[in-house]
């Protein structure tokens, strides 16, 4: 996912789960939160925090780091449509 698609299934899920939410309940800043989904720094707890608050498997949120090179990843998954209901429980 894009970092702008992250922000808005944040948005979707719960109006109140902001990045800033995130970080407060993880302990760290807003900024580190942002600079994680921005692709920016890596951090493997932030990204699960964040994969969790949209409901969707964190190789489906941050696949660059967690599907190894060998295995075939597609991005034809719309942020607003998932095909695979394996990885995000919300399905429309």
């Not at 970092?3 to 302990?27: H, N, S, V």
Request: hydrophobic content about 35%; glycine content about 4%.
């Amino acid at each position: 996912m894009t970092p702008e698609e992250i922000r808005i299934e944040l948005f979707k899920r719960r109006r109140t789960i902001t990045m800033k939410a995130i970080a407060d309940e993880l302990g760290c800043t807003g900024t580190a939160v942002g600079r994680v989904v921005k692709g920016e720094i890596v951090s493997r707890r932030i990204m699960e925090a964040v994969a969790r608050a949209i409901d969707c498997e964190k190789e489906l949120v941050f696949p660059e780091h967690f599907i190894k090179q060998s295995q075939p990843y597609t991005k034809d998954v719309h942020s607003s449509t998932y095909k695979d209901k394996r990885l995000c429980s919300r399905s429309k």
